[in-house]
């Protein structure tokens, strides 16, 4: 069964595993490497791949990154907390029985939703970043993941 993620969410976990990036994605700079050649020899020239695309196909950026939204996102929904650690313990906790990574806070994959949580580095704040299937599956997850810092 293949995994539905976002491109966001793909694109960072794919960097720090293998940097494969997807085919959809592919296909869209090798149609811009076809269009401008130089793009292969010019340094600096990768940060005219989207603006470029967003000319040949002429469609504005938000049209051209449809494709790869898969979910819909909570944004980052900051909370004060007492103590960031002891909230990220007792969430990981409750999620004790699904998939769990701890590269930038607390990241639970869910697999048709997920969320990272992790504690601001300048104040006494936890940020929250959720996706799920939809705007109302965001909001009912969002939550069900805040019940769990005991506010």
């Known amino acids: 069964m293949t995994q539905r993620i976002s491109l966001t969410r793909y694109l ?21 490497f076809n269009r401008v050649p130089e ?18 196909r002429n469609l504005p950026l938000s049209e051209l990154r449809k494709p790869y939204e898969r979910y819909a996102a909570s944004g980052e929904i900051n909370t004060v907390v007492p103590d960031t ?12 029985g699904v998939q769990q990574d701890r590269l930038d806070g607390l990241t639970v994959d869910h697999g048709d939703w997920w969320f990272n949580l992790r504690p601001s580095n ?30």
């Open 122 to 151: 300048t104040e006494p704040l936890l940020r929250l970043n959720l996706e799920a299937a939809d705007d109302e599956a965001v909001a009912a997850r969002v939550a069900e993941v805040k019940a769990h810092f005991g506010l």
């Open 12 to 32: 960072v976990e794919q960097q720090r595993v293998d940097g494969h990036i997807p085919s959809q994605l592919r296909l869209l700079l090798e149609e811009w």
């Open 39 to 56: 793009f292969r020899i010019k340094p600096g020239a990768d940060t005219t791949v989207f603006p470029g695309l967003m000319s040949i």
């Open 85 to 96: 650690g002891e909230v990220i313990e007792r969430v990981a906790a409750a999620y004790a």
